[in-house]
């Protein structure tokens, strides 16, 4: 799990999911399902920062990114324009609260744009559609991305994900059979909106249980997030950093990045000292849409696992992967690193973490990255930085910057900004 790059965007679109269980939608018509009777369906996908992108031709000629939500419930088109290319005239208008509940934004519900991906069905299904592209997803993935496909497109399916053969499977629920095999661990779902949930539990520094609801969100490349807010013995621990957790679209998410003594998904899979997420629920949206849970848990913690989601009998199944308890990479520089420019080959310093090896070596926001060590940054993709980032703590970088037009270097260790306070940089 990253620090920042990792947390960048996608909570605000796994709230934007919430959001969007707009009255007009639940009329959609899901009979037409996605996966061919009697049969399955494989679709391969792209990983990347934490984000699972698959392709898909939207219209009947348009080919598109887009990223497969398990935490939202509709589908969204990021950006209006993109409806003069599939050749769909404009929908009835809609307005949406911003993650921050202080600003409304504008889109529109597009009825029944054709969308097939691979050798699925080709359906025709509701879209949301924002007017402009509030999110600037490309800046975090580092590739162009449409929009998203939410539960409603999996619903009356059986959704495997195999994150280390970057391959989906939609299965037609009368030809799934669940692995009889002694290390899947079976676990009871409960399912609203077609959105999944578990109840797990954390264990706290103080040493006490709390139970707890989570999200099963495949579009968030945040690891583990609690709302602190929403259990009375879930509390910031004593030593944590604040942060922006996500950008919404009234702007950045404030929070906090701490560890958790345990997070037990059942008797059999746990985590500890998990790096954790924590933001306040109630300065962000009204609780009744999170349909009271406590958290989620996104990509870099279910890719532990073989996933099965089961839409129809509410089962998830998980197959742990060997190792799948150990430590978590995540960012050691302190900085919060976007794509830009046309082709998105440019790398802009977006935030820096007070106090950090980044703040320490005075590298600033605006800062555009030349070169890391002897690698040029235009030979190399923002995912591939970010695993610069990530590297084991005490590592050196020499970073070579562009700020106002004149080249500066810059050295810093990467240091664990999470466990302990944040002091020095490399002068020698």
Not at 161 to 190: G, H, M, S
Not at 359 to 388: C, E, F, M, T
Request: net charge positive; proline share 4%.
């Amino acid at each position: 799990m990253g620090f920042f790059t990792y947390r960048a965007v996608l909570l605000a679109i796994y709230l934007l999911g919430g959001l969007c269980s707009v009255q007009a939608l639940h009329g959609q018509n899901n009979q037409l399902l996605l996966v061919p009777s009697g049969q399955k369906v494989e679709i391969p996908f792209s990983y990347i920062n934490g984000f699972i992108v698959i392709k898909a031709i939207l219209a009947g000629n348009t080919e598109v990114n887009l990223l497969l939500d398990t935490g939202a419930e509709n589908l969204i088109l990021f950006n209006k324009s993109i409806l003069d290319k599939l050749g769909i005239s404009p929908g009835k208008e809609i307005l949406l609260k911003g993650a921050d509940l202080s600003q409304d934004v504008k889109a529109q519900i597009c009825r029944k744009i054709p969308i097939q991906i691979n050798k699925a069905n080709l359906v025709s299904k509701d879209f949301i559609v924002l007017e402009e592209n509030y999110l600037n997803f490309e800046e975090t993935i580092g590739i162009g991305i449409a929009g998203l496909i939410g539960g409603r497109m999996l619903w009356g399916s059986v959704l495997n994900i195999d994150y280390k053969k970057r391959k989906i499977v939609l299965y037609d629920k009368n030809i799934f059979e669940a692995e009889n095999d002694p290390y899947v661990q079976t676990l009871d779902l409960e399912i609203v909106d077609n959105k999944p949930y578990i109840q797990s539990s954390v264990q706290l520094y103080t040493g006490e249980e709390v139970p707890i609801k989570l999200l099963l969100d495949t579009g968030s490349s945040l690891g583990f997030l609690l709302f602190y807010d929403t259990h009375k013995e879930l509390q910031l621990p004593p030593y944590s950093i604040e942060g922006p957790l996500a950008r919404g679209l009234g702007g950045y998410i404030q929070g906090y990045l701490a560890t958790i003594k345990t997070l037990r998904l059942n008797n059999s899979l746990y985590f500890n000292s998990l790096i954790t997420n924590y933001q306040k629920l109630n300065q962000v949206v009204e609780p009744r849409i999170y349909n009271n849970r406590n958290g989620i848990i996104g990509n870099p913690l279910l890719s532990r696992f073989n996933v099965t989601i089961d839409y129809v009998d509410n089962k998830l199944y998980l197959k742990a992967i060997k190792n799948y308890n150990k430590a978590f990479d995540f960012d050691r520089s302190g900085m919060i690193v976007c794509a830009s420019g046309p082709k998105l080959s440019d790398f802009i310093v977006k935030h820096v973490l007070k106090g950090s090896p980044a703040y320490y070596a005075d590298i600033r926001p605006g800062d555009k990255i030349h070169r890391i060590n002897w690698v040029l940054s235009k030979l190399s993709s923002l995912d591939q930085i970010n695993k610069k980032l990530k590297r084991k703590e005490g590592s050196r970088m020499k970073i070579i910057l562009v700020r106002e037009g004149e080249k500066i270097s810059k050295k810093i260790i990467l240091q664990d900004c999470i466990r302990r306070p944040l002091t020095g940089t490399w002068n020698n």
